[in-house]
Every structure is written in C-alpha cells, then in structure tokens.
C-alpha cells in the first residue's frame, strides 16, 4: 500500500510539473534582445532618442555660380556651413573653418568637422542648413552670400537610425551636405 501511495504521489507530482511547465511557454512570448533603438515585442517600434551628435558635415556639391557669375569677383567662392533651429531661427552651429576659393566638381567634398560634435537634445524639430560664401575675406565691407539652404528634420519615427543622412535641397544644380551622426537613448 506504502509503494502505491507513494508511485501516485510521484505521478501527480510529474503531471503538474508538465502541465504547469507548458502553459507558461504557451501564454508569454520569448522576449527578444532588440538592438539599440528599438523595442517592443519583435524589436519593431523606434525608440525617439534623447540626444542626436552631429559628428561631421561634408559638401558634395554646391552651384558654382551666382546667376551666372562668379559667387566672387575673378575668384571662387570661400565656403562656409552654419545650422540654425527651423527655418531662419537661433543659431546652433557654425563652421569654424572655410574652404577658400573652392569649385564644386561632383567629385569633390569639403568636410566640416566640428571641433566638439554638435549635440541636438530637440530632435523632432526641424532645422535649417546654409551654405555661404565667406566674402568678409575678400572685401569686409560685404555681407557673405547665401548659396544654397535646406530644411530637414534630423529625426522621423521610420527612418531606421541612419549613420549618414544625405541632404539636398532639390534644385537643378543642387546644394548637397552629408551628416554624419551618432544616436543616445
């Protein structure tokens, strides 16, 4: 009697540990490791991030003429890139170097590396990119001129974290800038 208690006390004891083992890999998903910036269930849905770093600006391609003249008297332009908040608002970066009497060939860049790397904590706004001829170099007494801008939002929901964001301002000879950036969540 002593053997039979103890085989069904055995077996019952079996039975709830399948049963109870079962139900709870049926009723709870395996949860994932998602990579950075991403969570939910399936690593599906986009993490906003906290802080956006631009690391590096780099031209690849700009008008070399202003309605058909040089953007400077006999010479080239004296690049410069400056970022601002929206569309003509406070000033967020300004290039600390120019490219001096410089042509746009399409196979040519001019890169603008930050001395420290411009964090933007505001990265659903938009924002405005200018690139300028630096005349204050070859005649102080005129103002620099605006050679190409572009309004871009830094950050969108989809747009998967790109390390490199191509901007261009859509002209039939485009001003075009590359970002190179870093994400914090």
Known sequence: ???????????????????????DSDSEPAQQEC???YTGINCQMQITPTKIKITKFRVTFFNNQDNGSSWDMGSAPDIFLQLVNGNGGSNVWLSEVYYPDVLSTGTNSFEFVPAAPVVITNVTSSFTIYLGDNDLIDTPSNPN???GS?????YTTTNGFPSTLLLTDGRATPFRVELSLQYEW
Do not use: Q
């Not at 009697?1 to 139900?23: E, G, P, R, T």
């Not at 572009?150 to 830094?154: G, R």
């Open 1 to 23: 009697m002593k053997n039979f208690a103890l085989k069904s006390v055995l077996v019952l004891a079996m039975s709830m540990s399948i049963f109870a083992c079962s139900s």
């Open 35 to 37: 990579p950075a910036g």
């Open 145 to 147: 001129d605006l050679m």
């Open 150 to 154: 572009i309004l871009f939002n830094i």
